[in-house]
């Protein structure tokens, strides 16, 4: 279960698990998490709690509410994300980073489910009730209604790709995943002969197209290993430093000589 | 008749990405018939391959032989609407049935979208995440919409479309084939033109890459389908490629109006 740890000048109150669909936070003593504090408004904040996410919503504060330094109206809080308000901070800790920080395999690793078999079970050994009701679709929600969940299976689901900056080699290439310390470095191609003679171009987007399309086209395609030339069509391949291509992509080193569709250029790396 | 297969050109990729150890997509695309289906699989061991198997199996046989048998006048966009429907529904019967009797593969099921192409037109049917975008002037626009929690709390308004990749619920859909004794396949047909692509993909991609990187992607490498297909699945790799990843790319090349007309067949008979 999610929980929240709330502090106050950097010592630690206490522990509050978020146990309830919808949790409350302000001064007034009805609230789920009351905090003391002339700072803090009657009714400040609450989180709104659906299967594995949590949302924080402003309940039009005076003083407003902060994730991580920045104010928010509404937001998913993410696993270690620290609320501000008044002078407490309370940081989230999602059910999926207590899972991640354990050593899951990639087999059992948030497993996709169809809704409405029990979660907790599901998430590990999907067994979902034979007599689970047909999938309805909730009743179409006017207002942010937790949709109850009705009838889910389980199937592996990626983790958001920003929570785990691995990037990883092609599915070709090795198994091991290759873990560039940096994202790759800008570079650019200049051109050296034809009509736009001495023009840059910056290698600024994933893939970057050149040549003539029907005659010859080749891409370049920036990737966390660093830029490949690719050929896509036309009969003849582009050159590489004299030695034609085949069909394979090939890496681009520093002051390689392009050759493509009768035009050469230059690939550097920008310092 | 029609022929399709001078009209479409079909290229696959599949992959079981960085993670996992397993590949429980299964994928069929057939350039003659004019069917390309797809499914993502989930149960625990090897149930997940089993039922996007069987799926993917018993709908590229069915509807096979089903629109080699059927005139053109048969399936106009009901007639093929029909077809998925009633091959859907065999295909969930199928996978359920297998899930009851057996206990190793109790709670399995899919995720499903196929689509076929008659008359210049497309008709497509889905079950839960995986989707099926065109590519039309550039433009990336995507045709189906999900069967999942997370849209249910887009179309609500709890969350915008920016947030949901911050969600921690992509692993919930709301419709899967062969967990239920029935199964509710949603349908459209759309008008197709000449030039228009078409991509039929698991959330393995649609997760780990952008909308904007698979439009890029498409629209430069699109003279080159193989290219691009296996592009898609290299660019969801390299963000971590989380999940398993597939991925058909079916493109119109021409015009494939069924022939019905006197002067038609006349004309086809000296084809």
Redesign the interface.
């Known amino acids: 279960m999610a929980k929240l740890i709330l502090s106050l000048d950097g010592s630690v109150i206490r522990e509050i698990p978020l146990n309830k669909d919808r949790v409350t936070i302000g001064r007034k003593p009805q609230n789920d998490i009351p905090i003391e504090n002339l700072a803090v408004s009657g009714e400040h904040a609450c989180i709104v709690t659906?299967?594995?996410?949590s949302?924080l919503e402003d309940l039009g504060s005076t003083n407003g509410t902060l994730v991580n330094g920045n104010p928010i109206k509404?937001h998913?809080l993410?696993n270690n994300d620290v609320i501000e308000i008044g002078k407490y901070k309370m940081k989230y800790v999602?059910?999926?980073g207590s899972a991640a920080a354990a050593p899951a395999t990639?087999?059992d690793?948030?497993?996709?489910?169809?809704?409405g078999?029990p979660v907790k079970t599901a998430a590990s050994?999907?067994?979902?009730a034979?007599a689970?009701a047909?999938?309805p679709?909730?009743a179409?929600?006017?207002?942010?209604?937790p949709?109850t969940?009705?009838?889910?299976?389980?199937?592996?689901?990626?983790?958001?790709?920003?929570s785990?900056p691995?990037?990883?080699?092609?599915?070709a290439a090795a198994a091991k995943?290759a873990v560039p310390a940096e994202p790759q470095p800008l570079a650019a191609l200049q051109i050296l002969t034809g009509a736009a003679a001495g023009k840059e171009i910056e290698l600024i987007?994933?893939?970057t197209?050149l040549g003539k399309?029907g005659v010859q086209?080749a891409?370049i395609?920036r990737?966390?290993q660093g830029y490949f030339l690719?050929h896509?069509?036309g009969a003849s391949f582009p050159v590489i430093n004299g030695k034609t291509l085949d069909a394979q992509a090939r890496q681009l080193n520093d002051h390689d000589v392009i050759e493509l569709a009768g035009v050469k250029m230059e690939f550097f790396v920008k310092r | 008749m029609t022929r399709r297969s001078a009209a479409l050109e079909v290229a696959t990729v599949t992959?079981p990405g960085?993670?996992?150890?397993?590949n429980?997509d299964s994928i069929a695309a057939d350039a003659d018939a004019g069917l390309a289906v797809l499914a993502?699989?989930?149960?625990?061991y090897n149930a997940?391959e089993v039922a996007s198997g069987i799926a993917v199996e018993m709908i590229r046989t069915e509807l096979k032989a089903a629109l080699e048998s059927k005139k053109p006048e048969e399936l106009n966009g009901q007639g093929a609407e029909q077809l998925l429907v009633e091959k859907t529904g065999r295909a969930n019967n199928a996978i359920f049935q297998a899930a009851?009797s057996q206990p190793q593969y109790?709670?399995m099921?899919t995720?499903l979208v196929v689509a076929v192409w008659c008359d210049n037109r497309m008709s497509v049917g889905h079950v839960g995440d995986s989707r099926l975008y065109r590519l039309r002037g550039g433009v990336l626009e995507q045709i189906t919409r999900d069967?999942s929690?997370l849209q249910?709390?887009i179309?609500?308004?709890?969350?915008t479309k920016e947030?949901s990749?911050?969600?921690?619920?992509?692993?919930?859909?709301?419709?899967?084939v062969g967990?239920?004794?029935?199964v509710?396949t949603e349908v459209h047909t759309y008008p197709v033109q000449p030039g228009d692509l078409f991509l039929l993909c698991s959330?393995?991609l649609s997760?780990?890459v952008t909308d904007e990187?698979i439009e890029?992607?498409l629209s430069?490498?699109q003279?080159?389908l193989q290219?691009a297909a296996q592009?898609l699945?290299?660019?969801a790799?390299?963000?971590?490629?989380?999940?398993?990843v597939s991925v058909i790319l079916v493109r119109v090349t021409q015009d494939f109006a069924a022939r019905t007309g006197m002067l038609d067949k006349f004309r086809a008979w000296f084809r």
């Open positions: 659906i299967l594995n996410d949302f509404k998913i993410q999602g059910e999926a990639a087999d690793f948030e497993r996709t489910m169809v809704m078999m050994a999907p067994k979902p034979a689970a047909p999938a679709r909730p179409t929600p006017a207002s942010p209604p949709p969940p009705v009838a889910a299976i389980p199937r592996p689901a990626p983790a958001p790709a920003a785990t691995t990037p990883v080699p092609a599915p995943p987007k994933n893939l197209t399309p086209v891409v395609t990737r966390p690719t896509v069509e | 992959h960085m993670v996992r150890s397993h429980e993502d699989g989930m149960g625990g997940g009851q109790s709670g099921g995720t069967h929690l249910e709390q179309d609500s308004g709890m969350i947030q990749r911050h969600s921690q619920n992509k692993n919930l859909v709301t419709r899967a967990i239920d004794p029935e509710e959330d393995g997760d780990m990187d890029l992607t430069s490498l003279a080159n290219l592009q699945v290299q660019q790799n390299d963000n971590g490629g989380r999940d398993n």
